[in-house]
C-alpha cells in the first residue's frame, strides 16, 4: 500500500476498509519510498504468500507488477496479483473496471473475479546511464509522456490525477 496515494486518500480510504474487513488471512504493508512495492513484492512471493493486492495508483500497481514478474517462476507459480483503486488516477484499475469500494476488495482477497493478462518488459538506461528492466501491464511511457509523469511526480498531484498531469 502507498500511503501517498491519491494525496493521502487513498490512506484514509484503506484503514476504512481494514475496519470493514476485520481480521482474516491477509497482512498489509506500507511502501515506504519510491520503487519500495518491488522488493515489498518478491519478500511476500518468498515468505510464501500467494496473492499481491496492490492498493495505491497505477504507480504503486507497476510496482509491484514488476516486483512480482521479477520474481523466479517457482515463486509465483500458483499467486495472484490484484489491485484496488486508491490513486490520483489508477488507469489500470479503470481498465479492469475495479472500482474502490469493500466489495471489490472482498472479491479481489477471495479471487473470485480474477482473469489472465498480457504482460510486457521493457529493457532501457536510466538517466544515470544505467541499464533497466522493468515489467508492466497497462502501459510503458517514454519521451514527452514519460517527462510528464517525472515532473507530476515531483511536484505532487495537488489537483488530481488528469488536471495535474495536464498541467
Known sequence: MN???GNGRGRARWESAARLLGPGDWQARWTERAGHGRALARVALEQGFS????VGGDGTAGEIVDGFLAAPERLRAGAVLGTWPSG?????ARHLRLRPDIKTLQALLARSSMR????????CREPGGGAVRRHFLNVASFGVAGEVALR????GKPFGGTLSYLL
Open 3 to 5: 500511503p501517498a496515494a
Open 51 to 54: 496473492a499481491l493486492i496492490a
Open 88 to 92: 490520483s488516477g489508477c488507469d489500470l
Open 116 to 123: 489472465r493478462l498480457d504482460a510486457g518488459v521493457v529493457e
Open 152 to 155: 507530476a511526480q515531483a511536484k
